[in-house]
């Protein structure tokens, strides 16, 4: 059994063509230039619809999502899968979840870098909406100053960060059923607390799309790092 495992970390290692490496940058430049255009053209409609329709309940579980689904909940889960992993003895399980947390990391300190140098106002702010810059939102320790970090969602981003190394690997795996599942998971954490952060009045569509686009650049960028990415290339083995 050792044989072919070897086999697949070697094969694993080998290094992508630049030629296929570069369409699929562009592939993904162009797929989110049209998530984030839709995106912005739909925030206006989405802020009303929250406004008529966002009721206590729905406000309050939005609420508990978000304080739970962001640190909390993303440490409690890496904690319990690199557990799982270790009980069981799949090394390769824990791994993930290492890569996992740094990707959740990453992506975390870069939205909140880039959301306080955009200054973009909340939705639900007092203030004007638009874009303010460095001038309102780099002012981190001043009262109101997170009424200008809505852009992008860095609870999202964390969330995408975490589970897109998990829908990337999985999506290596010539069994269908792995696929489906790794991807199902990514779509549904990440939409839940892109809804979450929307349906409380914290940010705009737009800021939660371009969050799930950084979270899932990060988990790219760092699997493609041959010292990342070995390691899961026998999920792409059958049986």
Not at 23 to 45: C, H, I, K, N, R
């Amino acid at each position: 059994m050792s044989a072919p495992l070897e086999t697949s970390l070697n094969e694993n290692s080998q290094p992508r063509p630049l030629g296929k490496r570069a369409l699929q940058a562009a592939l993904f430049g162009l797929a989110t230039g049209l998530l984030l255009a839709g995106a912005f053209a739909l925030d206006p409609w989405a802020v009303a619809w929250v406004r008529e329709n966002a009721n206590g309940t729905g406000r309050w579980l939005a609420g508990r999502v978000s304080f739970w689904g962001d640190w909390y909940g993303v440490l409690a889960i890496g904690v319990a899968l690199w557990w799982w992993g270790k009980k069981t003895g799949s090394a390769t399980l824990q791994r993930l979840v290492v890569i996992m947390g740094i990707c959740a990391a990453i992506a975390g300190v870069s939205a909140n870098g880039v959301r306080a140098v955009t200054g973009r106002a909340r939705p639900f702010s007092k203030a004007a909406p638009g874009w303010y810059g460095p001038s309102k939102g780099l002012r981190v320790w001043t009262k109101g100053a997170r009424d200008f970090q809505s852009f992008p969602s860095a609870h999202t981003s964390v969330v995408a960060g975490f589970l897109a190394p998990l829908a990337l690997v999985a999506l290596r795996s010539r069994q269908r059923k792995v696929r489906v599942c790794g991807v199902s998971l990514a779509v549904l954490g990440t939409g839940l607390m892109g809804w979450a952060r929307v349906w409380a009045g914290a940010h705009h569509l737009s800021d939660v799309a371009a969050a799930a686009v950084l979270g899932l650049g990060v988990g790219g960028l760092v699997l493609s790092h041959a010292r990342f990415s070995q390691g899961f290339a026998f999920l792409s083995k059958s049986g």
